[in-house]
């Protein structure tokens, strides 16, 4: 067994027959960081709770490096650190505190937690507010301090059900500037979300679910070459105006656009990155004065979506 | 790297007995901070200078026996303990999901049951510190006020004690069950002040001893204080025509009591833990 997270055959059915998720596989290689995708109601944080040990399955197994959670959880999840829906902290306990407590549940040292606490406030930014109580923390706030105890152990495995969810765009920015900072470190990483570009940004590998079972699973990398055509937006300071169309279409790899406001459009385009580069060329040589070209999110999207709709 | 830290995270690992010590301690210092304790130290201070003073304000005479001055004391205790196992006992679990701070423990490498008991021992540990506090106090104004005291005060002490240990597991058991924690707290109250009073009032005058009942035998508390020690009776009540009715004045068994009281404890922990394992965290 050498993937840290298996999953053979996991099957949650509820009261009244519903089935949460449906005999799903899933297997998250070593070192890395796997999105774990779905819309809502697919089943992932379903999953992930069977996952950590917060709901039992009605069939199946789940290992966590080699460990099954079901039969031993307690050495399961030794080496595992979790953020599962949106925890809520002891409201009478202060950050600092509250990583004690976990801690000294792993048996780390008051020593060895100040330290890493400590670390972990500062590289979250809660260090000025650590000797306060948690009661008077924002959600975001409750957050950044809930992935800063997931990474208390330093464990090789971490679960995260959308870090992101339920935060103002500032409190996103940050959390996505610390799972970058997680895929340089030798962990194993999944990583639940509904949010795509999120996904195509963090995540070198992604399991699609809907309906309790797997869709898809590989890296981001073979995924986005089974879609061909990609969307790239661009800005710039010029408009885009009729007259420019028949010239756009013309570009090699140009399948087609849209305009989406009145300096910026999505160009549907295939080919190579070498393609792309003339494609920007021509678009400065139209005299547009190009701000920004970016790949977005939106060629997982077609993917994900010709998925979710064979599957209903 | 990793390899080496996954092996080290798995052989730190305390054993189920430290983290139950670590559970609680953590819960304990909840208690410390909240405001249940403030409320029920202002309570027991406000029942212990009511029971002192009053009399005192209102010319009465204080008896000279110390056993007879205590009794004044414990006869508040079974209330304080029904508070407090409420308090502190009443919403324990079902606060881990209400309150969605399950979400942050129990992904831990941390059993059910260890959580469980490690929460049952720190509400325990309150509770004596309550009744030790109390006791104490009421003691040294019985020195005060007789010049003397009595070792019944301690038997009645140790007694409330396991009362205590008791309605805390009843309380836990109630806790594990219901979904939310005003509920758990409602029940666990009326169920030890109402319900169970209620029954143990009643099934004398089918000439049934309630000696299984909680609260009957939390009666030892004060009983225990009265010597020589009350034993059961019978009273006819006439009810005119000549017809008489029997009715049995039923008094706890100190013995059987301390055993009922285990019993309780043993079943609601074993019950309350095994429904808390099963309990699962959803939305």
Redesign the interface.
């Known amino acids: 067994m050498d993937a840290p997270i298996q999953v053979h055959g996991l099957t949650k059915v509820y009261g009244g027959g519903f089935r949460a998720v449906d005999a799903l596989e899933l297997n998250v290689p070593k ?1 890395s960081f796997m999105g774990f995708l779905g819309p809502n109601g697919a089943g992932k ?1 379903t999953s992930i ?1 069977i996952i ?5 399955a009605t069939a199946g197994e789940a290992y966590i ?1 080699g460990v099954s959670v079901m039969q031993d ?8 650190g ?1 953020v ?7 409201p ?2 202060t950050p600092m ?2 990583l004690h ?2 801690g ?5 040292s008051v020593c060895e937690t100040t330290n890493r606490g400590r670390d972990l406030l500062e590289m979250v930014k809660l260090t000025e507010w650590r000797d306060q109580r948690v009661g008077k923390f924002s959600k975001g706030m409750k957050q950044r301090l ?1 992935i800063a ?1 997931a990474l208390l ?4 495995v971490i ?1 995260l059900d959308e870090p992101t969810s339920g935060l103002d765009p500032r409190g996103m920015v940050e959390v996505r500037d610390i799972l970058k900072q997680l895929r340089k470190m ?2 194993t990483v999944l990583m639940s979300s509904h949010l795509l570009n999120e996904v195509q940004e963090v995540c070198s590998d992604v399991s699609l679910i809907n309906r309790g079972k797997l869709l898809r699973s590989g890296s981001v990398e073979d995924l986005l070459d089974e879609v061909k055509a990609r969307k790239i937006e661009v800005r710039t300071m010029r408009p885009l105006t009729p007259d420019m169309f028949d010239r756009l279409r013309s570009v090699p790899g140009v399948k087609g656009f849209g305009v989406t406001g009145e300096l910026s459009f999505a160009i549907d385009f295939e080919g190579e990155e070498d393609a792309q580069a003339r494609l920007l060329i021509e678009l400065q040589n139209l005299g547009l004065l190009v701000v920004s070209f970016k790949e977005s999110g939106l060629a997982l999207e077609s993917l994900y979506m010709s998925l979710i709709m064979e599957s209903r | 790297m990793e390899n080496a830290n996954m092996v080290n995270n798995r052989e730190r690992l305390p054993s189920d007995l430290q983290q139950i010590v670590t559970v609680a301690k953590y819960d304990v210092l909840k208690h410390l901070r909240s405001r249940r304790l403030l409320g029920l130290i202002v309570l027991e201070a406000l029942l212990l200078g009511l029971t002192f003073g009053l009399p005192i304000a209102l010319g009465a005479e204080a008896a000279d026996d110390p056993a007879d001055y205590m009794s004044a004391f414990v006869g508040w205790v079974d209330i304080l303990i029904i508070i407090g196992a409420t308090m502190f006992a009443g919403d324990a679990i079902v606060s881990e999901f209400q309150s969605r701070t399950g979400y942050l423990l129990f992904p831990n490498p941390v059993k059910r049951s260890t959580i469980f008991i490690g929460k049952y021992l720190s509400t325990l540990g309150i509770l004596v510190l309550m009744l030790l506090v109390y006791y104490g106090i009421a003691a040294l104004l019985t020195l005060v006020m007789t010049g003397g005291g009595t070792v019944l005060a301690l038997y009645s002490m140790l007694f409330a004690c396991a009362y205590g240990a008791a309605a805390a597991a009843l309380g836990f058991l109630i806790s594990t069950i219901f979904k939310g924690s005003t509920g758990s707290l409602v029940l666990t109250f009326f169920t030890l002040l109402m319900i169970l009073p209620l029954i143990t009032q009643l099934l004398p005058i089918g000439e049934i001893k309630p000696w299984f009942m909680l609260t009957f035998c939390g009666s030892v508390i004060s009983y225990i204080m009265i010597e020589p020690y009350p034993v059961d009776s019978m009273e006819s009540i006439p009810l005119g025509n000549g017809e008489f009715m029997d009715y049995w004045s039923y008094y706890p068994e100190v013995g059987v009591s301390l055993i009922v009281l285990a019993v309780y404890v043993v079943v609601c922990l074993a019950l309350g833990m095994y429904l808390f394992k099963r309990r699962e965290m959803v939305s």
Not at chain 1, 73 to 80: C, E, Q, R, S, W
Not at chain 1, 153 to 156: H, T
């Open positions: 070192r944080t709770k950590t040990n917060m709901l039992t490096n959880p307690k050495t399961a999840l030794a080496d595992v979790a599962v829906e949106t925890p809520e902290f002891y009478y306990l505190e509250t407590y976990l000294a549940l792993r048996g780390m809930a105890q152990p330093q464990p090789s679960i030798e962990v």
